[in-house]
């Protein structure tokens, strides 16, 4: 998406702050747990879901957290340790009271592994000598597994956005130096109306002249840079590509960028 925005009057943007989405799940608060629940997430992605239950289960010992608890449940069923994920899951169920169809989706994996479970009680050959004749029993169908719901794995929030940040952090910066060039100009306006010598008189208005001109671009440079971060904040705050152009004309400033 390309944004085009010409900022033509000087004045200070307010920065707007997208609501994040609330987890269906609830994360760890404390900084250790949830460093290590991360951790686990970082495991689950690359299919090392035997470092990543090593991982959640650290994070629970510090504090039990209901996605900690529903990703622990997930990587041991990925492993075929059905009894554990049963186990996990039934665990999230009581801890998140979870009701409609999310509890219905755990339910429905519960249910899958416990036909797993099943299946080599199925298939086992009878123990009492066979009789001649006898039909042997048919193992019953496996039933297809249901479709594997994705690991909770949080997304980048509009506050970690360090791009967005740093050109508001600049906008601001170069509006405080656009109004500190624009006083000490009225300054020199003032020194220049009571100077008597001509000369050092329009020396003076010279460097009035120029501190203004200065005041102006900068303050319009920080408008935009500002203007820039605030979109980058509010409309586009979980992208991580990014190019921003900022080009400066007399009394205008363009910002162009691709969030």
Do not use: C
């Not at 009225?186 to 208005?205: I, M, Y």
């Amino acid at each position: 998406m390309r944004i085009l925005i010409i900022v033509i009057v000087v004045g200070a943007a307010r920065l707007a702050a997208a609501q994040p989405t609330e987890p269906t799940l609830s994360k760890p608060n404390d900084p250790e747990a949830a460093r290590l629940y991360r951790e686990g997430n970082g495991h689950y992605k690359v299919r090392e879901y035997t470092q990543a239950i090593a991982s959640y289960a650290a994070s629970i010992k510090i504090e039990e957290s209901q996605a900690a608890l529903y990703n622990i449940a997930q990587s041991h069923r990925q492993l075929g340790h059905y009894e554990d994920a049963i186990w996990f899951y039934r665990r999230l169920i009581d801890s998140a009271a979870l009701t409609g169809p999310p509890r219905d989706q755990v339910e429905e994996l519960i249910a899958a592994m416990r036909r797993e479970l099943a299946k080599p009680a199925a298939t086992q050959p009878p123990r009492d000598i066979a009789k001649e004749g006898a039909q042997p029993v048919a193992a019953a169908p496996s039933e297809p597994e249901p479709e594997e719901p994705e690991p909770l794995v949080e997304s980048p929030r509009w506050y970690h956005d360090r791009l967005g940040w740093g050109l508001a952090g600049g906008g601001v910066l170069l509006g405080g130096a656009a109004i500190g060039l624009a006083i000490t100009g009225e300054q020199l306006q003032r020194d220049a109306n009571h100077e008597p010598d001509e000369v050092a008189r329009e020396q003076l208005r010279d460097r009035v002249e120029t501190r203004r001109t200065w005041a102006l671009i900068t303050g319009i440079a920080g408008g935009g840079l500002a203007v820039a971060g605030a979109v980058r904040l509010a409309l586009v705050p979980h992208t991580s590509e990014s190019e921003v152009v900022v080009a400066i004309g007399f009394g205008s400033v363009t910002v162009a960028g691709r969030f």
